[in-house]
């Protein structure tokens, strides 16, 4: 018997083998650049807590891949670095080796940045050109590939508020480059994970939305640490559960206008950070319960329940590194299971939505 497949609703038609063969290799495409992506973000912490971040003074795309190849240009490159206030205030003094340790790790960052934006368009292009990229897809991929380009430019914008009067980057700058990047991963890991196999069926609508404000909570905290990291005010009550002797403590609002203090003083945006991790932590408990009165025995349930659990253990970290002034290994342990928990939400979030619909033949 000859079947019309055509004339077959869209669930029951055959699955193209090659149609599936590509969904994997994009969805492994992406994982390399989330892979990537997550470097980038972790050498750019290491970077800020180094004091590397403003020791090349000009953005140079192209040119600026070539870092100085003998003695004279290392002088070259140190004298313009001896310009700006944060030599002048800070560093005075410092060594050519000195200045050698920091220009490494923010050329490291620069080059990882480049590194991603070539592996993002150069596949792009060749899954498009090929068929390989289904059409649901591509304006995603565009649009990923644009907020990059975006990304490189809100870099040097924070780079170059530390080049003039500031001895460091400006800490609203800050916060952008580093939401900018993570929104990035979500959009990088979201696609791929809509590319996954899923044998649970999608949770329902309002299990879905959940899951997906819970992924904005999270970016909230991560753009709130941005602030923190920007003032350096882990550096300042070094206390916990107690905050400078109380649960809410006191010169919270001294600088006029108000609202500056929600950015600008140290107290204040610390402060914040610690609550709105409660809130998160909230939420999430509040999604355990969701999912296991909606979905109760499906991996949507145990996959709240590990969400859960990883943000407590992210808990325990910020803890840490409060306890002990954030010394570099608990910064950096900070901010890189900030990312694993991000992740996970996405993840989290996609499985309950399920993949993306396949294209069929």
């Known amino acids: 018997m000859i079947t019309d497949y055509a004339a077959l609703p869209a669930k029951q038609q055959p699955v193209s083998a090659n149609h599936d063969k590509n969904r994997k290799l994009v969805r492994w495409w992406l994982y390399a650049v989330f892979v990537v992506l997550i470097a980038i973000v972790m050498v750019g912490g290491a970077t ?44 005075k003094g410092m060594a050519l080796e000195e200045f050698q340790f920091i220009f490494w790790w923010e050329w490291a960052h620069r080059m990882l940045a480049r590194f991603v934006g070539f592996l993002v368009a150069i596949p792009l ?53 580093l939401t900018m990047a993570c929104i990035i991963i979500v959009a990088v890991f979201y696609v791929a994970r809509g590319l996954a196999e899923y044998t649970e069926k999608p949770a329902q609508k309002n299990v879905q939305r959940f899951a997906g404000w819970l992924v904005f909570a999270v970016l909230v905290q991560i753009y709130l640490g941005g602030l923190v990291a920007g003032l350096h005010a882990g550096l ?118 399920g993949a993306y619909a396949v294209r069929h033949t």
């Open 236 to 353: 300042t009550y070094n206390t916990w559960p107690l905050m400078d002797g109380a649960i809410i403590p006191s010169d919270l609002f001294t600088n006029q206008p108000y609202w500056r203090n929600l950015f600008e003083n140290p107290k204040t945006v610390q402060f914040i950070h610690r609550m709105f991790a409660y809130t998160v932590l909230v939420l999430t408990v509040l999604h355990v319960v969701q999912t296991h009165r909606h979905a109760a025995g499906t991996t949507h349930a145990r996959r709240s329940l590990l969400l859960l659990g990883l943000i407590l253990m992210q808990a325990a970290i910020g803890i840490i590194a409060l306890l002990t002034m954030v010394p570099i290994e608990w910064g950096l342990a900070h901010q890189g299971f900030a990312l694993v928990v991000l992740s996970f939400a996405v993840a989290h979030w996609r499985a309950c939505k």
């Open 125 to 177: 292009i060749f899954f498009w050109v090929t068929g390989r990229l289904q059409d649901g897809l591509k304006a995603r991929m565009l649009g990923i590939l644009a907020l990059g380009g975006l990304q490189g430019a809100i870099g040097w914008w924070m780079v170059a508020s530390g080049l003039s009067v500031l001895t460091s980057v400006s800490q609203y700058r800050l916060a952008v480059h």
């Open 48 to 91: 800020r807590m180094t004091g590397s971040g403003l020791s090349i003074t000009e953005w140079k795309p192209i040119h600026g891949v070539i870092p100085p190849l003998n003695h004279a240009e290392w002088l070259e490159e140190f004298d313009k670095y001896r310009q700006i206030p944060q030599y002048q205030q800070i560093n």
